[in-house]
């Protein structure tokens, strides 16, 4: 731009006085041009001629002048188009279209345009970043929420039976497990402005499959004899995964409330299956069943949600076969050529 406004300088200093020139040499030929058709031979008077040289002279400067001022006019309109883009981003939320740069005249106008896109195109991205952060924040959250009450539940179900004095020590246990499992989780909850899903941290280390199911179902025995439902067991106890611990049992809780609570089940199945590239925790149920994807549109099932969402972050394979003779729950674990573990927890 800088490099313009020097040339249109400099056209105009030395346009004056070629347009002067330029005058008296046009008057000149004019008059030759006269004596040649009229076959006469008059001289050429400048002081005969003045006021057409300045009617010339003149005419070409209001010519020039004109032309200046449309290009100052164009770089205007374009400034303030641009400027009056820049304010309604400013001030509104609901970001406007990119900019036409093909509408545009001048190439210092083009190049500002596209450095306003790219600043359109960032601002909208961290728009959705954001509306995407605050999202994965409520729903996070909720979910945190709705697993303090799973602990909570089982505190009260101990409770009876601490006050019917029915199995008192195997109840207190489960209480103290339990409330420590509410203050794990009540660690988990981040502070607002930190928490979005690249915060999430798994810490992942090899534990023994059979050992941490079992530790799990403990919790819930006087739960689920409370509600008659009868367990078994059929891990085998080599099955090593790695995975994150805190993660996991979230997920395994989640699982066994909803057995628990929603199937009418009188049988709970819990076994492992080995294969050659992976491996399969399968959890079955005689209950009622349901139906998965339309249980997942209901936002008051966070329990499901949860079932749903913790085994992207565990790199589990979720499958749910469910229908009116009970719900078969499959996690499968695909081994890593490079694992090998070397303890079991």
């Known amino acids: 731009m800088n490099k313009k406004i020097f040339f249109l300088t400099l056209i105009s200093i030395l346009f004056f006085p070629f347009a002067l020139m330029l005058s008296n040499y046009i008057v000149l030929g004019t008059h030759l041009i006269h004596n040649y058709i009229n076959g006469t031979d008059t001289p050429f008077k400048a002081e005969d001629n003045y006021i057409y040289v300045l009617v010339l002279f003149s005419t070409m400067i209001l ?3 004109f ?27 609901n970001y406007p279209d990119p900019v036409n740069t093909a509408e545009l005249r001048y190439k210092d106008m083009k190049y500002l345009s596209e450095s306003i ?6 601002l909208q991205y961290n728009q959705s970043k954001y509306e995407e952060s605050e999202e994965f924040r409520k729903r996070y959250l909720d979910q945190l929420s709705h697993d303090i009450k799973t602990p909570l539940s089982i505190i009260k179900i101990n409770l ?3 006050k019917t004095k029915q199995n008192t020590e195997e109840a207190i246990q489960e209480i103290n497990k339990n409330t420590d ?8 909850i981040y502070h607002k402005n930190d928490l979005n899903a690249d915060s999430i941290i798994t810490y992942k280390k090899p534990i023994n499959l059979e050992k941490c199911v079992s530790g799990i179902v403990e919790k819930w025995h006087n739960a689920l004899n409370h509600k008659n439902i009868t367990y078994w067991n059929k891990i085998n ?12 049992e979230r997920l395994i809780d989640n699982i066994l409330q909803n057995v ?5 089940a009188s049988q709970l199945t819990i076994e492992s299956f080995t294969g050659d590239k992976q491996q399969q925790l399968v959890i079955r149920d005689n209950g009622i069943g349901f139906n998965p994807t339309k ?6 099932r966070k329990g499901l949600n949860i079932i749903h969402e913790v085994p992207k972050l565990l790199n589990l394979h979720l499958s749910i076969d469910s229908n009116g003779l009970g719900t078969n729950i499959t996690l499968t674990y695909r081994k890593s050529p490079h694992f090998h573990p070397k303890q079991k927890t």
């Open 63 to 65: 010519l020039y002048v």
């Open 67 to 93: 032309f200046l001022s449309r290009i100052i006019v164009n770089i205007s309109s374009e400034i303030r188009y641009l400027s009056n883009l820049l304010r309604d981003i400013a001030k509104d939320q």
């Open 117 to 122: 896109n790219i600043l359109i195109d960032q």
């Open 160 to 162: 009876y039976y601490l």
């Open 181 to 188: 499992i509410i203050a794990t989780l009540s660690d988990r």
């Open 237 to 248: 106890s080599d099955t090593i995964w790695e995975l994150d611990k805190v993660w996991f």
């Open 260 to 264: 628990l609570y929603h199937s009418e």
């Open 295 to 300: 249980k997942l549109q209901q936002s008051d």
